[in-house]
């Protein structure tokens, strides 16, 4: 086995790491060529790989999920390009441990030597520190290498971001993350006591986490079996990764926005699987509850009334249920919503009427509409000559009921869809009996 992996990769040594580390540590690349996953920016197109060739390393931010490579490559990148590399984590690391580092670059920059500075979580800086970087970078004393999990747009100063740039690794595909398995199966000189499926079905419990899946790697090496596990075995044996899921970071928004799109866009399967990944991940359920009731207000509407109905029905549901029976309920409200049909009217409606609204003021409604409740109200006109629609001919007046300064308007358009197309033909009559009570009294 270790022949053959020395054949496939020959840049790769993992003989050159401490032989009684862990095994992730031990399989840590040793050149920027084996970091697995990440060609598109070590490639020698990729930006990374153009940097290396020409000697000179920008200030740069790596973006990406857990365990794909980011500390490795500052580590390898200040080795290509001959930097001293110091790495600091903003999780336990304050303002004088900052201050040491930049005095210590300062000194070394004095005596000829450059230093990288990799600085793991770098969102979690606060706005005041994330400025202090700022002189060093900018006088060459450190370039800045940070790494973050989180989307930089939403935790990083525009000021640090102006003078980096940002790099964004990718999860691990199934590809990569076996080639990672090979590299451990040659470290130990003997194969995965795994099935080839239980071998795939712990490939996909690493949800592209590099290090997660070498952990459980060598978990498995770690024990003796008396036969390969098949992947009922080894999901007894393992615990699958959680996925990453924050509640108030970029992860939570992007699975809220899948859900409210695949909804719109009347595509049931793909909603019931973000409404599950969000829920599996712990998701507060109102809030999703939450959300499904504006999907039915906003995307819906009165093409489908029952639609809110749904949501609100499920929210009692499930406050009285509970998790995880409740849950039922969330995912049929779920499916009615994606499965109804679709109107914007009513929000579209809703919009156009609040900026009319702050546009004409406080004009008057007409007199005939308006109540006259005491003497000197109906010596002045209120409710002169006001009709009871419910007595008119058909229940409809056709009666103006807009200020006098102001046209009429059209803020809600019904669609021909669901229950709305009915509504377009009842406002089509009632149009239409206007315009004749209208040319009538011409």
């Known amino acids: 086995m270790a022949d053959l992996f020395a054949a496939q ?3 790769f040594r993992p003989e050159a790491a401490p032989l009684n580390g862990p095994l992730a540590d031990r399989l840590r690349p040793q050149q920027l060529a084996d970091v697995v996953g990440q060609e598109h920016l070590t490639g020698p197109e990729g930006a990374i790989g153009r940097m290396v060739a020409a000697g000179k390393l920008s200030s740069i931010i790596l973006w990406g999920p857990p365990g794909t490579g980011k500390t490795t490559i500052a580590r390898l990148l200040a080795d290509a390009v001959g930097l001293r590399f110091v790495a600091i984590s903003a999780v336990f690391s304050g303002v004088a441990d900052l201050k040491k580092v930049f ?14 500075l990799f600085v793991d979580e770098i969102h979690r800086f606060n706005r005041a520190q994330q400025d202090g970087f700022l002189p060093y970078v900018e006088d060459g004393t450190v370039t800045l290498v940070g790494a973050t999990t989180e989307n930089p747009s939403f935790e990083l100063n525009a000021a640090v971001l102006s003078r980096a740039q940002v790099l964004i690794l990718h999860r691990l595909d199934p590809a990569a ?18 099935t080839p499926d239980a071998r795939d079905a712990l490939v996909a419990s690493a949800d592209g986490d590099g290090r997660f899946l070498l952990n459980q790697a060598e978990t498995l090496f770690s024990v003796q079996f008396e036969k390969p596990l098949d992947p009922a075995a080894l999901g007894d044996f393992l615990q699958r990764r ?9 992860g939570h928004y992007n699975l809220i926005s899948a859900l409210h799109k695949s909804v719109r866009g009347s595509d049931p399967q793909a909603a019931l699987y973000y409404l ?19 999907m039915a207000v906003e995307d819906i509407g009165l093409a489908d009334p029952n639609a809110l109905v749904q949501c609100l029905a499920a929210k009692d549901t499930y406050e009285f249920l509970g998790s995880p029976e409740g849950e039922l309920a969330i995912a049929q409200a779920c499916l009615y919503v994606a499965t109804a049909p679709k109107s914007n009217a ?20 007409p007199q005939n509409i ?9 010596q002045i006109g209120y409710g002169a000559g006001y009709t009871y629609d419910h007595d008119a001919e058909g229940g409809f007046s056709g009666d103006n009921y807009w200020p006098e300064e102001m046209a009429p308007q059209t803020f809600y358009t019904p669609t021909d869809r669901g229950h709305e197309k009915r509504i377009a033909e009842r406002l089509a009559w009632w149009n239409e009996m206007r315009e004749r009570r209208r040319s009538d009294g011409e």
């Open 276 to 294: 599950a990944r969000m829920l599996t991940a712990g998701e507060e359920p109102l809030y999703v509850l939450r959300r499904l009731v504006r």
């Open 177 to 194: 993350l076996t080639r990672l398995l090979d590299r451990a199966e040659a470290a130990e000189e003997r194969p995965l006591p795994l």
């Open 242 to 250: 959680v996925a990453v899921y924050d509640k108030d970071r970029e």
């Open 370 to 378: 308006l109540n006259a409740p005491t003497k000197l109200m109906k």
């Open 346 to 365: 009513a929000y579209m409606a809703q919009k156009a009427a609040w900026r009319s609204a702050k546009e004409t003021g406080s004009l008057m409604p």
């Open 103 to 116: 005095a210590e670059a300062k000194e070394y920059a004095r005596l000829g030597r450059k230093t990288l």
């Open 9 to 11: 990769e020959p840049s």
